[in-house]
């Protein structure tokens, strides 16, 4: 199963910091993850990281009012690519979305399947698998605009799950709320499925444990980074409890903790 990983926070960090320095980053978790359940053993069918630019000096006004994300993804190992790993120590961020990939048998390694995927200024990953895919997943399919159908980025299980996720959005729904009725849908649908799903907007993060690994963890300047396996022994990391969804804003939502976490 892959691992996911994204971080929302006052201040820019380096994208290294949360992907390739920390003693179990996202980058050794490609290699040596340690608690992978249902499959898997190394995350190399590619990777991916969307990160938000905060501030564009000198550039004009067109690209200044640009907010989609930059997304940077591959469909081979993320320890291959020393480039990115280099270029990780000099790009800053206040808020990424990142994720490395274990194909799920049966669905394409390309690079357009590997999360993040983004659309209309929002980064999406999903971590797990839906139970008989496609086949189970027909109605709710159905329920999608044909051309939605005829665009999905790739043929995968996640692809299908951010399309419904965005459609809910364009139907006015807020980003936790789609996410929660993907998940139930899903669930209903497909049960037994695993829905560690993540979005980012760039201030916020809303994240599904169901099945899955997830913890998150609060830094002092009031940054969250929420990740499938924890990036150190830190004790701040929270485990996220199986059946949540959890919505992270720097600073914080209430007190405390700054992270509210509700059943789904
Ligand atoms: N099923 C998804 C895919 O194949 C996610 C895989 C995973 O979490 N290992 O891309």
């Known amino acids: 199963m892959c691992r996911h990983l994204a971080h929302v926070g006052p201040t820019p960090v380096t994208l290294a910091s949360l992907l390739t320095e ?26 991916g990281a969307g ?25 081979d190992p993320m320890w291959t690519d020393a480039s990115f790993l280099d270029v990780a120590r000099g790009v800053e961020t206040t808020a990424l979305v990142a994720a490395v990939r274990s194909a799920t048998v049966g669905m394409p390694v390309s690079t ?3 999360a993040p995927f983004r659309a209309d200024g929002l980064l999406f ?21 044909a051309l939605d159908l005829l665009t999905l980025e790739a043929a995968t299980d996640s692809a299908l799950l951010w399309a419904l996720v965005r459609a809910r959005l364009s ?12 998940v ?21 993060i809303v994240a599904t444990a169901v099945d899955h690994a997830l913890s998150y963890r609060t830094h002092p300047d009031g940054a969250v980074t929420v990740a499938s396996e924890p990036l150190d022994p830190d004790p701040s990391w929270v485990p996220v409890p199986d059946g949540s969804l959890l919505v992270a804003r720097p600073g914080g939502v209430h007190d405390p903790p700054s992270v509210a976490v509700s059943p789904l």
């Open 22 to 47: 920390p003693e179990h980053s996202l980058l050794v978790q490609s290699y040596a993850p340690s608690d992978m359940r249902g499959g898997g053993t190394v995350n190399a069918d590619g990777f």
């Open 184 to 204: 139930a849908d899903t669930l209903a649908a497909a049960p037994g499925s695993r829905l560690n799903l993540l979005v980012g907007d760039g201030g916020q």
């Open 125 to 145: 990953s999903h971590n797990g698998v839906v139970r008989g895919w496609p086949d189970s997943m027909a109605d709710l399919a159905a329920t999608l605009p």
């Open 171 to 182: 139907a006015g729904k807020d980003v936790a709320d789609a996410v929660a009725g993907v």
């Open 51 to 75: 990160w938000y630019v905060s501030e564009l000096r000198g550039y004009s006004t067109e690209v200044r009012s640009h907010t989609e994300p930059v997304l940077y993804r591959r469909d």
């Open 112 to 114: 357009a399947a590997c």
